[in-house]
C-alpha cells in the first residue's frame, strides 16, 4: 500500500469523536470508493449480458465468459469486502496480482474485458507505491492493448490510444487525489497546531492577568493598608507610653489611630468597588498631597511640607494615583527608617512631563547595597513598577549620613490632555 498517508479507498471510516450522529462527515473519501465498486459491477454485468446475448461475435463461448466474469468477481469481491488490502502493503499486492490474473482470463475470453482496465489503473494507483503504481499502469495497458488486437486480429490506433488515454487520466487523477488529501492533512495539522497555541497564549495571558493583578493588589495593600496599620501601630505605640501619667495625651494618640483606622476602612472598601483613591475624590493631586503631608507631621511627628513648582493641571487619574501611591509609600519609609528631622515633597508641572520629588535629612542607606530597607525592598520596587507601567522613570539618591532624594517622573502634555478633553467634550455634546 502506498506510505505516503494516502487514505484507504475502501475501508468505513470510524466514527469521529465531536460528531452528534456518531458517524463521520461526509468526505469525497468515502465516496470514491463507492463509485469505483459501482463501476467495476456494471462493467461486470455488461460484459456478462453482451456473452449471453451474442452481441459480441468475438467473445469465446458464452459459458467460458460468464464464468471469467465469475472469477473476476469473487477475486475482486474478497479483497474489497475484507479491507485487508487497504491495512497491509504485502495483502494489497498480493490482491492486485489475483486481480490482474483474473483480469487477464476474462480479457482472453473476451475483448470487453478491456473496459475493466479502467478500474485497475484506479486501484493499482492507489494501493501501490507509486513507482509500482506505474510499472502495473504500463504493464496493464500493454496487457490491454495486445489483447484487443489479438481478439480484432489487427493493431489499430484506438487500441493503443483508448487504453492509453485511460491510464493516463487514471494516474493524473490519484496522482492530484493525493496530493490535495497530503495538503488537507497539512492544513488539518497546522489548524491543530494554532487552536494549541491559541489556548496555550490564552492560558498565559490569564496567568500573567492574575499575577498582574496581584501585583497591583499587593502594591495597593502596601501603599494603603500596610502603611495605615504601620502608622495605628505607632499611634496606639505612643498612647501606652503616655499611661497612665499622661492620660490626655494618650488619648489623642488614640482619636489619631482611630481617624487613620477610618481612612484604611475607606482604602479597603475602595479596593471592593474599585474606586478613586478617597484623597483625590473630589480634589486635586496637590490638595491630597498637602493633606498628606499634614497628616504625616501630625500622626508622626514628621515636619513635612509641601512645595508646587509650575502651573497646576488636571492629570489622567492614572497619573495621580501612581503620584499620591508613590509619595505615601516615600514618606512612610522616611517616618519608619529614615530617623529624619524633616521632609519635602515638590510637585512640579512642566510643558512635557510633570515630577514628584521626595526629600529627607535622615540616616540615608546605600542604594547600591540594597533595594530597600525594612519591607524586603517591595517599596521601592511597587515604586518602581508604578513609574514603569505609565512610561516614568524613577531615581533614589541617598548615601549612609546625607539622607535620601528620591524622583520620579512621567511625560505628560498639559496641552494634549487639554484638547483631548474639549474634544471628547464636543464629540459628546
Known amino acids: 500500500m502506498n506510505t505516503s498517508a494516502d487514505p484507504p479507498p475502501v475501508p468505513a471510516a470510524a466514527p469521529r469523536a465531536g460528531s452528534p450522529t456518531g458517524r463521520a462527515p461526509y468526505s469525497p473519501a468515502r ?19 453482451r456473452a449471453l446475448t451474442g452481441s459480441d461475435p468475438a467473445s469465446a463461448h458464452p459459458v467460458v465468459v460468464p464464468f471469467a466474469v465469475a472469477v473476476f468477481a469473487v477475486v475482486y469481491a474478497v479483497g474489497a469486502g ?13 490482491w492486485l496480482l489475483a486481480v490482474g490474473l483474473a483480469w487477464l482470463l476474462l480479457l482472453a475470453s473476451t475483448p ?21 503504481g506505474l510499472a502495473a499502469v504500463a504493464g496493464t495497458t500493454v496487457a490491454a492493448v495486445v489483447g484487443y488486437s489479438w481478439h480484432a486480429h489487427r493493431f489499430t490506433p484506438a487500441a493503443l490510444i483508448g487504453p ?26 497546522l489548524i491543530e497546531q494554532l487552536e494549541a ?85 473630589g480634589g486635586s493631586l496637590p490638595a491630597a498631597l498637602h493633606r498628606l503631608c499634614a497628616t504625616t507631621s501630625r500622626q508622626a511627628g514628621l515636619p513635612t511640607r509641601l512645595h508646587v513648582d509650575g502651573n497646576p493641571v488636571p492629570l489622567p487619574t492614572p497619573y495621580e494615583v ?30 512635557d512631563r510633570v515630577a514628584l520629588d521626595v526629600v529627607d535629612d535622615g540616616v540615608g542607606f546605600d542604594p547600591g547595597a540594597t533595594t530597600g530597607h ?33 524622583a520620579v517622573s512621567f511625560p505628560f502634555s498639559a496641552e494634549r490632555y487639554a484638547a483631548d478633553n474639549r474634544d471628547g467634550v464636543r464629540d459628546h455634546d
Open 31 to 49: 465516496l470514491l470508493p463507492v463509485l469505483l465498486h459501482g463501476l467495476v459491477l456494471v462493467l461486470l454485468t455488461v460484459t456478462a449480458v
Open 82 to 94: 475484507t479491507g485487508r488490502p487497504q491495512r497491509s502493503p504485502a495483502a494489497a499486492g498480493r
Open 112 to 132: 470487453d474485458g478491456v473496459w475493466l482496465a479502467f478500474p485497475l489503473f484506479f486501484l493499482q494507483m492507489h494501493l501501490l507505491p507509486a513507482r509500482w
Open 164 to 189: 492509453t488515454l485511460g491510464a493516463a487520466v487514471a494516474v493524473a487523477v490519484v496522482l492530484g487525489y493525493q496530493a490535495l488529501h497530503r495538503e488537507s492533512e497539512q492544513r488539518r495539522r
Open 197 to 281: 497555541t491559541r489556548s496555550d497564549l490564552a492560558a498565559a495571558e490569564h496567568a500573567r492577568g492574575v499575577l498582574a493583578e496581584r501585583e497591583r493588589l499587593a502594591r495597593e495593600i502596601h501603599d494603603t493598608l500596610a502603611q495605615g496599620l504601620s502608622s495605628i501601630q505607632l499611634l496606639l505605640g505612643a498612647a501606652a507610653r503616655h499611661l497612665p501619667e499622661r492620660p490626655e495625651a494618650a488619648a489623642g494618640y488614640v482619636d489619631q489611630a482611630r481617624g487613620s483606622a477610618q481612612e484604611n476602612l475607606a482604602e479597603a472598601r475602595r479596593f471592593v468597588r474599585a474606586l478613586v483613591p478617597p484623597g483625590l475624590a
Open 322 to 351: 501612581a503620584l499620591l501611591r508613590i509619595a505615601q509609600s516615600a514618606l512612610a519609609n522616611t517616618v519608619r527608617h529614615a530617623r529624619a528631622g524633616r521632609a519635602d515633597l515638590t510637585v512640579t508641572y512642566m510643558p
Open 374 to 406: 525594612g519591607d524586603g525592598g517591595f517599596g521601592l520596587t511597587a515604586m518602581r513598577t508604578r513609574a514603569a507601567e505609565l512610561g516614568g522613570t524613577l531615581t533614589v539618591e541617598s548615601a549612609p549620613g546625607q539622607g535620601t532624594a528620591l
